[in-house]
């Protein structure tokens, strides 16, 4: 079966679309986006119990962070000494199921509705640059994963510190619900952070930014990197802060040499078709040579006047043709005479 979306696209080359296709269109790929989500947050609320493939389940994987901490920086809980969480409510078990479910949903449906964000977009730009966003779609799937990934692998580093601290003195027992808040909101927010560079490259493609742009405010746009992971991190613990910190400072510099070989490469095209020395803020000027003007047309020749005789005359009531009357003056003026002159 043939997609809805690629036979209108054949039928309406140019994407052009009514305000009512738009919104036909944004309800389908919603549509879409969310039965994937739906399916993929099925099953990781299987998964969060279940292992498959020989991959551990998803509870134990996000578990693991906090079982390598030392048994002296956490609470034991159960009598053989195995690594468990604490729950203080009846609901506290299915809510955090579900919880973690829909989050590893969203993040394995990210291709999915990454593409059918791109598919809503596309018809908006021009054709050379809807050939770059599949790529930049692709990218950004790669980015988010990668955020996530980093996150997790910081988690035993950030848990140790903050529940190390004052552990002669006390023992912290987490709950599933404050952990798994903690772990989940940190992989989301690495992995959305990590989406921030791609933005810069996608502006300065656009023509919003330049590479000079860039290179002048690097260093302010670094000090503003730390500045937000300082405050989007959840844990607020050092670690964390700094990895995020760093690791968008790297993705930032890479951005800004992708911009700086886009510019260049710009350049150079401007520089084959000849638009170097176009001073953009000069009006173009304006063509006064004045056209080439069509000759007279032919009127033709004129006609030939005919007697009176030959066009008729008016007739009387009889039929008959009505003698010429003399034109005559109806006041007629006096003439002066020589014998009236004194």
Same mark, same amino acid.
């Given at each position: 079966?043939?997609?809805p ?14 305000l009512?296709e ?13 039965? !994937? ?6 099953f990781?609320y299987?998964?969060?119990?279940? !292992?498959?493939?020989?991959?551990? /389940? ?5 578990k693991?962070?906090?079982c ?10 159960t009598a053989?000494?195995s690594?468990?969480l604490?729950?203080?409510?009846p609901f506290d078990?299915f809510?955090?199921?579900l ?5 590893a ?5 990210c291709p999915?509705w990454l593409y ?11 054709r ?6 599949l790529g930049?779609v692709?990218?950004?799937a790669v980015l988010f994963?990668?955020?996530a ?10 848990l140790g ?11 912290? !027992?987490?709950t599933?619900?404050?952990?798994f808040s903690?772990?989940?909101?940190l ?14 490259v996608a502006l300065?493609? !656009?023509g919003?930014?330049s590479y000079?742009a ?8 670094v ?6 992971a300082?405050i989007?991190t959840p844990?607020?613990?050092?670690i964390?802060m700094?990895a995020?910190a ?7 510099e890479?951005?800004?040499q992708?911009?700086?070989?886009? #510019?260049?490469?710009?350049?150079r095209?401007r /520089?084959a078709?000849?638009? #170097?020395d ?5 009006p ?7 056209s080439?003007?069509?000759?007279p047309s ?16 008016p007739?009387g009531?009889?039929?008959?043709a009505?003698?010429?009357q003399?034109a005559?003056d109806?006041?007629p003026?006096p ?5 009236d002159?004194t």
């Amino acid at each position: 079966m043939k997609s809805p979306f690629r036979r209108k696209r054949r039928l309406n080359p140019d994407g052009t679309m009514t305000l009512v296709e738009h919104l036909y269109e944004l309800r389908n790929r919603l549509g879409i986006s969310l039965a !994937a989500i739906l399916v993929t947050t099925v099953f990781g609320y299987i998964w969060f119990e279940v !292992a498959f493939l020989g991959f551990p /389940s998803l509870g134990d994987l996000l578990k693991e962070p906090y079982c390598s901490l030392p048994d002296s920086a956490r609470a034991v809980l159960t009598a053989d000494g195995s690594c468990r969480l604490l729950g203080t409510t009846p609901f506290d078990q299915f809510m955090l199921r579900l919880k973690v479910g829909a989050t590893a949903g969203v993040i394995l449906a990210c291709p999915v509705w990454l593409y059918q964000l791109w598919g809503f977009i596309t018809p908006g730009l021009m054709r050379t640059e809807r050939r770059y966003a599949l790529g930049f779609v692709s990218v950004a799937a790669v980015l988010f994963v990668a955020g996530a990934v980093l996150a997790y692998l910081i988690i035993p580093q950030a848990l140790g510190f903050l529940l190390t601290i004052g552990s002669e003195i006390q023992t912290t !027992a987490l709950t599933g619900t404050s952990y798994f808040s903690l772990v989940v909101n940190l992989i989301v927010i690495f992995g959305v952070s990590f989406l921030i560079p791609l933005l810069v490259v996608a502006l300065n493609a !656009a023509g919003v930014v330049s590479y000079a742009a860039l290179k002048k405010a690097r260093r302010g746009l670094v000090f503003g990197l730390f500045v937000f992971a300082a405050i989007a991190t959840p844990g607020q613990d050092p670690i964390s802060m700094l990895a995020l910190a760093f690791a968008l400072s790297l993705l930032f510099e890479a951005a800004i040499q992708v911009c700086r070989l886009n #510019d260049r490469r710009r350049a150079r095209r401007r /520089s084959a078709e000849g638009w #170097d020395d176009a001073d953009l803020d000069t009006p173009s000027r304006i063509d006064t040579t004045p056209s080439e003007l069509d000759g007279p047309s032919d009127i033709g020749s004129p006609s030939e006047l005919r007697s009176p005789s030959e066009i008729g005359s008016p007739t009387g009531a009889a039929g008959t043709a009505a003698p010429p009357q003399p034109a005559t003056d109806p006041q007629p003026r006096p003439t002066a005479g020589y014998d009236d002159i004194t």
